[in-house]
């Protein structure tokens, strides 16, 4: 069974530090990941999807980098803001599972002014 | 519309009640999903729709909880002698088309329907 996990759980910075969030997933084959923001009492907004074959994907300050083979991801976050404050979730699909997702618990992002 | 509608918001029932929770997708996306997601936890698959066919309800939890997708567009949730363990937040997503190898599948998720069974 894929279990996906998200490292650290919380995590408070100042206004301005470059982060980085990580996941990790064990198993291999999947078509791809996807990495969301959630607001308090808000649904999902997709941020950045990392086909297999792909390394990468940048959009704006967010970076999310992909190693299929070691089951990690990573999402990077240049010049950090409050207003990027909120819950950061990573999810798989995997190739046995049809389109289902499964998703980390998710790592609470905290930017001080 | 313009992105994944869900309704109500906000349901508080009474042990026992059924409930009923809707989903408009985005218009002309195929594949439809809905999911769970508990107090600090990250969702959890319920079931999984490609136009009206429910192709994958594997993860509904009992037989207590329904869906259906009668039209292709429009789905609805059910849940019936609603249990304390049923409160989470209920999300509907969709997608143009499921993925696999041959789509991206990004998901578009609605705001969520906020149940409480008291």
């Known amino acids: 069974k894929q279990e996906v996990t998200q490292i650290p759980a919380a995590l408070s910075v100042p206004e301005g530090e470059n982060l980085v969030l990580n996941c990790s997933f064990t198993d291999s084959a999947i078509y791809n990941l996807q990495w969301f923001r959630q607001d308090p009492g808000k649904g999902l907004t997709s941020l950045l999807l990392?086909?297999?074959?792909?390394r990468e994907q940048t959009s704006g300050r967010l970076n999310a980098s992909l190693d299929k083979s070691s089951g990690r991801s990573t999402l990077y976050i240049a010049a950090s803001q409050p207003g990027d404050s909120a819950t950061y979730l990573c999810a798989v699909r995997e190739e046995t599972s049809g389109s289902r997702l499964t998703f980390g618990e998710g790592t609470q992002l905290t930017v001080n002014p | 519309g313009a992105g994944v509608s869900q309704s109500p918001r906000y349901k508080v029932a009474k042990r026992g009640q059924d409930v009923a929770l809707r989903c408009d997708p985005i218009s002309g996306h195929v594949s439809l999903f809905w999911y769970q997601q508990a107090l600090g936890q990250g969702p959890e698959f319920l079931t999984y729709?490609?136009?009206?066919?429910?192709?994958?309800k594997s993860g509904l939890p009992s037989d207590r909880f329904f869906a259906e997708r009668p039209e292709g567009s429009v789905s609805t949730l059910k849940i019936q002698r609603t249990q304390q363990e049923d409160s989470a937040v209920y999300l509907c997503a969709s997608s143009v088309i499921a993925g696999g190898p041959l789509g991206s599948g990004e998901l578009f998720f609605g705001e969520g329907s906020r149940l409480t069974v008291l």
């Open positions: 990392i086909q297999s074959s792909q």
């Open positions: 729709f490609q136009n009206e066919a429910q192709l994958d």
